[in-house]
């Protein structure tokens, strides 16, 4: 049975908006029967069939955010070289911007299989504008590129100044079209999945366990991010109980509790609880420390860095659900 994925989230204090890469090419396997026009789907194709879909928008979402993510990162140097020109070091920045396996997401996500007629349509047209926007954020990232190897910087800094510009009202247009599409992707799993536990079966248990995880890291990222965002110093009890939660959980997840899964798939089960235990955990308390000193510019790093290290569990999970075709 078809287990739902997760979608990074994104750094809400900079962003006008909150948020492994897997192509899956469609096909008539999972028809109940096939050569007439009394083709149906039994309940349980039609439910792997519609969160396999899902998880395509969710590979979308999550390729998608990666890149843009890092142009974001790799723009702001080049508007800081721009606004501190200094003829002696000039202006640096590379376009490595590349929506890995682009035309195998277009493919899936223009061809859905499991939905109703108007979700399927409401879920291409959403993507149809986040490839949109891609598209747009990688021909200004090249136009940046060029602008910054051709050295037009030292006759022209506006020019430049210009692209950057352009680069963030497209960044911002992105995360608009990638909020929506995550709020309705979200909704659908809500209907369609309805995947449980099987304790017969150490993958199943091993994706059950890292479900449980996730959601209470989740609570521990959205009490840091209102911590920060709203300057709320009031909740740092709150957050070390939803720590002692979670330390004990993940206990009785990782290590010699590890469920036996075959060494195959121990990669990322085993990378999920090092990024969770030695980097995740940790940073969130220097959370607790900060929330709890009042201290804005120490919660802002480990905001930044609980954020950082969920999504590599998010990828780790997603990953691990690939690997073993859950």
Request: net charge negative; with cysteine.
């Amino acid at each position: 049975m078809q287990n739902t994925k997760r979608s990074l989230l994104v750094l809400g204090a900079l962003f006008l908006v909150l948020t492994g890469c897997s192509s899956v090419t469609n096909t008539l396997e999972n028809w109940g029967s096939s050569g007439d026009d009394d083709t149906t789907w039994d309940d349980t194709s039609m439910e792997q069939s519609a969160t396999d879909t899902l998880n395509r928008y969710t590979d979308l979402i999550n390729a998608a955010q990666d890149q843009v993510s890092y142009l974001d990162d790799s723009v702001q140097y080049a508007e800081y070289d721009l606004n501190n020109y200094d003829e002696a070091y000039g202006v640096s920045f590379t376009c490595s911007f590349d929506l890995y396996d682009r035309d195998a997401l277009y493919t899936d996500t223009m061809n859905p299989v499991g939905l109703e007629d108007t979700e399927a349509e409401e879920l291409k047209a959403q993507a149809t504008i986040v490839f949109t926007e891609i598209d747009q954020l990688d021909t200004l990232c090249k136009d940046l590129h060029k602008y910054v190897a051709a050295q037009e910087y030292k006759t022209d800094l506006e020019k430049g100044k210009g692209l950057v510009a352009s680069i963030y009202t497209a960044i911002d247009a992105y995360y608009a079209a990638h909020d929506v599409i995550l709020d309705k992707t979200d909704t659908l799993y809500d209907k369609y999945n309805t995947w449980t536990v099987d304790p017969s079966d150490p993958i199943s248990v091993s994706i059950d366990n890292m479900n449980k995880d996730l959601d209470q890291a989740e609570l521990i990222l959205d009490l840091v991010e209102d911590a920060y965002v709203n300057e709320n110093y009031t909740r740092g009890a709150e957050l070390q109980g939803l720590y002692d939660v979670l330390s004990t959980q993940v206990a009785s997840h990782s290590g010699s509790n590890m469920p036996a899964v075959d060494s195959y798939y121990t990669y990322n089960l085993e990378t999920f609880y090092d990024d969770l235990e030695l980097n995740f955990l940790p940073n969130a308390m220097v959370a607790q420390k900060a929330i709890t000193a009042s201290n804005a510019d120490d919660l802002y790093v480990a905001y930044s860095n609980v954020l950082d290290y969920y999504n590599f569990m998010i990828d780790d999970y997603n990953y691990f659900l690939d690997a073993t075709g859950y």
